[in-house]
């Protein structure tokens, strides 16, 4: 990766944008559970109200976009048919387990994501690292409190988080190789149109109400796709041209967290004392991973884009 002293800007600039992206996502959890469609429809409205926007960003950028090559295409389509997988099992999970819950195993990728990264782009995982990860995963435990439960629906909720995670770790893969060539703009684009139109035909056949009753229901679909979605994932494509890929899928651990707090304020969620001490030990442990970043053995792509920077 490029070294924080030889690229103090762009990679500061990352840490901003992941950070920042983090966050908007964490609102995902609460804005589902305020919609008033079903789970998939849900998912479908979020990645199908982001295009418009996205499409206008992409148009109004004052430089030509790189050519699509075919291969290109089909990895913009596996990262589509990913993230519909991975918003279709995380709204359901929501509507079977708490918040925490749902968040924390869709975010059980860093693992996948960390050998993934080592084995297609040579990212070396540092003894720091790993403690950092295991740390941040004992506080992430720490948070589940008591809203963790064993058998009935929340068992059903937990494992359609992890299968959340599966496919969110191959989305994060397919985007931060697409990356070495494409910029936030243009992936975050097609991904969401692909998204959309993998999810329309499960979404219209789900028997699930499709369209909105009120416009507050439409307000919520419209915070998904633009706030969560254009420019949540948007940062964090940004960010993924500048940092290692095991790193992010971790420090996107403070996900949960954040969806954590907002689930409290809004939601009325309860937070114990064990929970608020698993939250900070999840942000120690992100930072401590962040002091053990290791170099890859092959540069990494974000030297392709560095002369041209895409806005998310």
Do not use: K
């Not at 840490?15 to 919609?35: K, M, N, T, Y």
């Not at 040579?122 to 740390?135: D, I, N």
């Not at 191959?170 to 993998?198: D, E, H, P």
């Not at 499960?202 to 254009?230: D, K, N, Q, Y």
């Amino acid at each position: 990766m490029p070294s924080p002293s030889r690229r103090p800007s762009a990679f500061h600039l990352a840490l901003v944008a992941l950070a920042v992206g983090g966050a908007c996502i964490a609102l995902s959890p609460i804005l589902v559970r305020l919609s008033e469609v079903g789970p998939t429809v849900t998912a479908f409205w979020r990645a199908a109200l982001a295009v418009p926007i996205l499409a206008l960003l992409v148009a109004a950028a004052d430089r030509a976009p790189m050519p699509i090559r075919p291969v290109d295409r089909w990895r913009l389509l596996a990262a589509g048919v990913f993230f519909a997988g991975d918003l279709a099992f995380w709204h359901w999970s929501i509507r079977f387990t708490s918040v925490a819950n749902a968040t924390l195993f869709a975010n059980f990728n860093p693992i996948f994501v960390a050998f993934g990264a080592w084995l297609l782009f040579g990212e070396r995982v540092s003894a720091r690292f790993l403690g950092g990860m295991a740390l941040a995963f004992a506080g992430a435990l720490c948070l589940l409190g008591q809203s963790m439960r064993i058998g009935g629906d929340h068992a059903l909720g937990d494992g359609l988080g992890v299968a959340t995670a599966m496919c969110w770790s191959g989305y994060f893969l397919v985007v931060r190789s697409l990356r070495a060539r494409l910029g936030t703009g243009g992936i975050m684009l097609w991904t969401s149109l692909a998204t959309a139109v993998v999810l329309l035909p499960v979404a219209w056949i789900s028997g699930e109400g499709f369209w909105p009753a009120t416009l507050a229901g439409w307000a919520v679909l419209v915070g998904l796709g633009l706030l969560s979605h254009a420019l949540g994932q948007g940062l964090i494509a940004f960010a993924l041209a500048h940092l290692p890929a095991g790193f992010s899928a971790l420090a996107l651990l403070s996900e949960p967290v954040l969806a954590a707090l907002f689930a409290w304020a809004w939601l009325g969620e309860g937070l114990g004392w064990l929970q608020w001490l698993g939250g900070l030990a999840v942000l120690a442990g992100i930072a401590v991973a962040a002091r053990g970043l290791g170099r890859p053995r092959r540069a990494m792509a974000s030297g392709a884009i560095a002369e041209r920077p895409a806005g998310p």
